[in-house]
C-alpha cells in the first residue's frame, strides 16, 4: 500500500446528504491533495494543503468543503451534492508541492450521488 | 489553451513486446515530468520522474524520455508481460502551480 488511506471505499448519498470523506497519511509529508476523477476524464484538482494551509483552490463548488486540522489528516466535507458529482475522490499526499516531488494516492472513495 | 494529450485508444500488444506510450503537452513549460499507473478503482501509484535535463531514464523493464523542444515524452515497456495491463497517465507541474496536471491516460492490454 502507499501509505494514504481513505475512507470510506464507496458511498452511496442523497441529494440533500451530509457526508465527509477521511483520508490520512503517516509519511511525515507537508502536502496533502483532493482531486476528483469522473468516467473517460482526466483526474481533476480540487484542494492543495500545504503545511495544512489550504493553498489552492481550483475553482470548486462551495457544496465540496476541504479541511485540515493537521500535516496526517484531510477532510472532504459534502452537502447537497448533486448526481454529476457521482466519481473517485483521491486524496494524495507529497512531501511538499512543487514538480520534483512524487505524489502517494490513496485508493479513493467511490461516491454515488442519488 | 493547455493540454496535456495522451492516446485516448486502449494499446493492445502481445506478451513480450514493447510497448510505447505517447504523451504530448501544449502551452506549458515544465521542468519534470512524471509518469504514473492506474489499475481500475485505485489511485495512481507512481511509476517514473524525468527532468528536463534528462533524455531518458530507465528502472527495470521502464524507459521514459522527455523532449522538452517536441513537448513529448515517451514511455516503454519492454518485455511486457499480462500483469503490466493497466492505465497510464502522464504528469507534470505548471510553472507557478503547486499541484499534478494529468494527462487522461492510455489503457495498456498485454495479451498473453
Known amino acids: 500500500e502507499t501509505g494514504v488511506t481513505q475512507t470510506p471505499r464507496h458511498l452511496v448519498m442523497g441529494m440533500t446528504n451530509k457526508k465527509s470523506l477521511k483520508c490520512e497519511q503517516h509519511?511525515?509529508?507537508?502536502?496533502m491533495y483532493w482531486y476528483k476523477q469522473s468516467a473517460k476524464k482526466p483526474l481533476e484538482l480540487m484542494f492543495v494543503?500545504?503545511?495544512?494551509?489550504?493553498?489552492e483552490n481550483n475553482s470548486v463548488p462551495s457544496r465540496f468543503s476541504p479541511e485540515c486540522p493537521n500535516s496526517s489528516h484531510l477532510f472532504l466535507h459534502l452537502h447537497t451534492l448533486q448526481p454529476e458529482d457521482s466519481a473517485l475522490y483521491l486524496c494524495a499526499s507529497s512531501q511538499d508541492i512543487g514538480e520534483n516531488t512524487e505524489a502517494f494516492f490513496g485508493q479513493g472513495t467511490r461516491l454515488t450521488v442519488v | 489553451s493547455q493540454k496535456i494529450e495522451q492516446n485516448s485508444e486502449a494499446l493492445n500488444i502481445q506478451e513480450g513486446k514493447t510497448a510505447t506510450l505517447t504523451c504530448n503537452y501544449t502551452?506549458?513549460?515544465?521542468?519534470?515530468l512524471q509518469w504514473y499507473r492506474q489499475d481500475p478503482g485505485r489511485g495512481p501509484v507512481f511509476l517514473l520522474l524525468i527532468r528536463e535535463n534528462e533524455k531518458e531514464k530507465r528502472k527495470e523493464r521502464l524507459k521514459v524520455t522527455f523532449d522538452t523542444t517536441l513537448k513529448q515524452s515517451l514511455f516503454h515497456i519492454t518485455a511486457s508481460q499480462p500483469a503490466d495491463s493497466a492505465t497510464y497517465l502522464c504528469?507534470?507541474?505548471?510553472?507557478?502551480?503547486?499541484?499534478?496536471?494529468f494527462g487522461s491516460g492510455t489503457r495498456l492490454q498485454v495479451q498473453p
Open positions: 509519511l511525515g509529508h507537508n502536502a
Open positions: 494543503y500545504s503545511l495544512e494551509e489550504r493553498v
Open positions: 502551452n506549458y513549460s515544465p521542468a519534470y
Open positions: 504528469a507534470l507541474v505548471d510553472t507557478g502551480r503547486r499541484a499534478l496536471t
